[in-house]
T-cell receptor, first 111, second 115 residues
């Protein structure tokens, strides 16, 4: 199914802190997951992805963790910067079908 | 890399009129296009899936007669909001299964305001 967020939760951090954004996905058959960053008025920007045969993947300053047992994804951002302030969405899909987006989290980074 | 060009980026229309939004795949053939709608401070909601040469598949609760989708060629998919009303004001964005590591390519989105 699809998850709809009526009000996006907010995570407020100080510059330099590590941020952890969580997401619960809905379909146990989903085999591909992506984290997106969205700035106001723009489309989603790819951050990092992970396939269901993995439980962790690291990029530059970002790490995605996947826990299929509880259908949970997390995005860790190291040394958060003001430019990281945005809304973050996880998305899931199965076998190349449409992405289904989670409800999103607003990340607010203060200097 | 794969690019999807979406136009217009912003449109203001009067209530009762129709608006067409276009998404073109510039350097690849998009046999499938996903259409999303996003209301302020909400997530992206899948509206429909268009497939070149066949009828679009609409998600539950999306009026197919109001949101007309056409996928006339391998590089062009259009969404027409017919008889638009203020409650249709939203951010509409398309996405095509892409290539390479990213998997999906998004258009830049269309901000529709119905007055």
């Amino acid at each position: 199914g699809e998850s709809v967020g009526l009000h996006l939760p907010t995570l407020s951090v100080q510059e330099g802190d590590n941020s952890i954004i969580n997401c619960a996905y809905s379909n146990s058959a989903s085999d591909y997951f992506i984290w997106y960053k969205q700035e106001s008025g723009k489309g989603p920007q790819f951050i990092i992805d992970i396939r269901s045969n993995m439980d962790k993947r690291q990029g530059q300053r970002v790490t995605v963790l996947l826990n299929k047992t509880v259908k949970h994804l997390s995005l860790q951002i190291a040394a958060t910067q003001p430019g990281d302030s945005a809304v973050y969405f996880c998305a899931e899909t199965q076998a190349g079908t449409a992405l289904i987006f989670g409800k999103g989290t607003t990340l607010s980074v203060s200097s | 890399g794969a690019v999807v060009s979406q136009h217009p980026s912003r449109v203001i229309c009067k209530s009762g009129t129709s608006v067409k939004i276009e998404c073109r795949s510039l350097d690849f053939q998009a046999t499938t296009m996903f259409w999303y709608r996003q209301f302020p401070k909400q997530s992206l909601m899948l509206m429909a899936t268009s497939n070149e040469g066949s009828k679009a598949t609409y998600e539950q609760g999306v009026e197919k007669d109001k949101f007309l989708i056409n996928h006339a060629s391998l590089t062009l998919s259009t969404l027409t909001v017919t008889s638009a009303h203020p409650e249709d004001s939203s951010f509409y964005i398309c996405s095509a299964p892409g290539r390479g590591a990213y998997g999906y390519t998004f258009g830049s989105g269309t901000r529709l305001t119905v007055v």
